[in-house]
């Protein structure tokens, strides 16, 4: 099965930026999938039980700790890695993110490479 | 920036769009990319006409079929040069964020940093690290004798000295501007120089130069990235410069203190010190760290400060003191608590300063402390401080040798002195 990766972000620049720096992993058949809200998020999240997902943290209604905790605490996908994405400047709740069980933060601007890095070493496939 | 069609005709709308538009021409199309991969489409189905999809006039795939099938060549031709101006923005986007992303750890690595070597060093690595050099070197003028003094360098080949001479005119250039140069063709000699200025505000501290012993072309974008630095650098050598003159200024008060004291008294010259020296010496012996060896010389060379307080007639007589004067110049460790109270600084040293003359068995002053209740710094202080009491000069008695004093700590060892700092102490000394 292919694996897959789920790109949360209200803001379409955010998700573009993701998905290019993201689209050499489509040439080795992994899905990206995009969600534009928690919503989104939620049901492509049950639907398609993605390897890994950047998530956006501020997000108007469902935010990115919602999201996460009900990935990993109601849905129990424990094997799907999240990684939060804040603003830097931002407010982030380190602890938050810990208690709803995130696997990562990142701040935004984020480092290309490294996300390109991380996403290698969780998926498993090296570019 | 070469553009993949297979990436865009991958996405789920644009194939939405393609096969609406063969259902709405009613003709089978095959569509393959520059390097003849069939993207969509089946090869034994199709004949015709190539129409051209091009990007900026240069083909990067065709549609094949009947006339009809132009139509969809060009909007896909449309379609893919939108998506590679979309595509060049997001890309510059991601080069932004990856240059941000270095100079904030850069920043963070550089500024931290409150010595001045390791600051250099560090701008150095990270400069070598994205600038392509064989030899690098930050320099910054020195206060005193005013000239460039260098700080940190690397380098892999060392440079020929006819360059430089020549790398010295474009340092002095750059301190005198204040602005970064680029020299491609350094005369003489087949090498390239990069350097910019360390400037704090608008004056020019130093400089920092990368120099590669090949003739490569250092950019813009280059001596962009070494400003950047540069900047970072001259900050944290400047904090460091602050931090050093800030610990300087403590020194100085503390020594002034010290010397208030003994000038009040002229048989306790050098006492201070002397004390400092062996209840370091303990301190070592006895393992501790080198913040707490710190404290102990501090607190060494301030112990006695509160004889400030105590009235000359009382601190200077000679011959033996009444009870009641005796009673006076044991004031003078809760005396030289209360000055230490004013400085933040002197804070952690309060406790050993006030028990300096505890004693091991409780019959010591001012509290009545007794064994290990009583800081160990001040144990230590009492032993060299009586150590050095014995040994030096008083107005009340004559000198006594060293072995004298070695036998009487023995002596008072488990009642006035902690047995383990006097073992200390005679084992370090002694030898």
């Given at each position: 099965m292919s694996k897959k990766i789920l790109i949360v972000d209200d803001e379409p620049h955010i998700r573009m930026l993701l998905e290019q720096t993201l689209e050499d992993f489509e040439d080795k058949g992994v899905e990206l999938i995009i969600a534009k809200d928690g919503k989104e998020a939620l049901?492509?999240?049950k639907?398609?039980?993605?390897?890994?997902?950047?998530?956006?943290?501020m997000m108007p209604e469902v935010n990115g700790y919602n999201v996460c905790n009900i990935a990993k605490n109601t849905l129990l996908l424990k094997d799907t890695y999240i990684v939060l994405l804040t603003a830097k400047g931002q407010d982030f709740d380190k602890?938050?993110?810990?208690?709803?069980?995130?696997?990562?933060?990142?701040?935004?601007?984020?480092?290309?490479?490294?996300?390109?890095?991380?996403?290698?070493?969780?998926?498993?496939?090296?570019? | 920036m070469e553009f993949n069609l297979k990436r865009l005709i991958r996405k789920k709308q644009v194939l939405d769009i393609i096969d609406d538009i063969t259902a709405s021409i009613e003709t089978a199309i095959l569509i393959k990319n520059v390097a003849g991969e069939v993207l969509v489409g089946k090869e034994e189905e199709v004949d015709g006409e190539k129409f051209w999809i091009t990007v900026n006039d240069k083909v990067v795939g065709w549609v094949v079929g009947e006339k009809k099938a132009e139509t969809l060549a060009n909007i896909l031709t449309y379609m893919a040069n939108a998506e590679y101006e979309k595509r060049i923005l997001i890309n510059e986007t991601l080069d932004k964020y990856r240059e941000i992303t270095l100079l904030?750890?850069?920043?963070?690595?550089?500024?931290?940093?409150?010595?001045?070597?390791k600051a250099s060093k560090l701008a150095i690595n990270e400069a070598t690290r994205l600038i392509n050099a064989t030899n690098a070197q930050v320099s910054v003028i020195?206060?005193?004798?005013?000239?460039?003094?260098?700080?940190?360098?690397?380098?892999?080949?060392?440079?020929?000295?006819?360059?430089?001479?020549?790398?010295?005119e474009?340092?002095?250039?750059?301190?005198?501007?204040?602005?970064?140069?680029?020299?491609?063709?350094?005369?003489?000699?087949?090498?390239?120089?990069?350097?910019?200025?360390?400037?704090?505000?608008?004056?020019t501290i130093g400089i920092i130069k990368l120099e590669n012993s090949k003739q490569i072309s250092y950019s813009a974008e280059d001596l962009k990235l070494l400003n950047a630095i540069s900047t970072q650098a001259a900050v944290a050598i400047e904090n460091a410069n602050l931090y050093e003159s800030l610990r300087e200024a403590f020194f100085e008060t503390v020594q002034a203190l010290v010397e208030t004291v003994e000038k009040k008294d002229s048989y306790t010259a050098g006492h201070a010190r002397r004390v400092a020296i062996y209840s370091t010496a303990i301190g070592e012996e006895l393992g501790l760290s080198k913040a707490e060896l710190a404290k102990i010389k501090l607190a060494a060379l301030l112990h006695d400060i509160g004889k400030i307080g105590i009235q000359d007639d009382i601190l200077l007589k000679k011959g033996k003191l009444t009870n009641d004067e005796y009673e006076v110049i044991k004031k003078h460790p809760v005396l030289g608590a209360e000055i230490l109270d004013n400085?933040?600084?002197?804070?952690?040293?309060?406790?050993?300063?006030?028990?300096?003359?505890?004693?091991?068995?409780?019959r010591g002053y001012p509290d009545g402390m007794d064994k290990e209740n009583i800081p160990l710094v001040s144990r230590i202080l009492s032993v060299a401080d009586s150590f050095d009491a014995m040994t030096s000069n008083?107005?009340?008695?004559?000198?006594?040798?060293r072995e004298y004093a070695f036998s009487e700590l023995r002596k008072n060892s488990s009642t006035q002195f902690d047995p383990v700092v006097v073992e200390a102490f005679l084992k370090r000394i002694k030898i």
């Open positions: 049901i492509a999240i639907k398609e039980k993605p390897d890994l997902v950047y998530l956006d943290v602890k938050k993110g810990l208690a709803v069980g995130a696997d990562l933060y990142l701040t935004k601007p984020f480092d290309p490479d490294y996300i390109v890095e991380k996403t290698e070493e969780v998926l498993g496939i090296k570019l | 904030y750890n850069v920043s963070e690595k550089i500024t931290s940093c409150l010595d001045r070597k020195n206060k005193e004798s005013k000239k460039l003094e260098k700080i940190a360098e690397f380098y892999e080949e060392q440079v020929e000295s006819n360059q430089q001479i020549s790398s010295k474009i340092v002095n250039q750059v301190m005198n501007k204040g602005i970064g140069q680029i020299v491609n063709d350094i005369e003489g000699s087949k090498s390239s120089l990069i350097c910019a200025p360390l400037k704090i505000k608008d004056k400085m933040t600084q002197f804070r952690d040293i309060i406790p050993y300063v006030r028990s300096h003359h505890e004693r091991y068995d409780g008083r107005p009340y008695r004559p000198t006594m040798n």
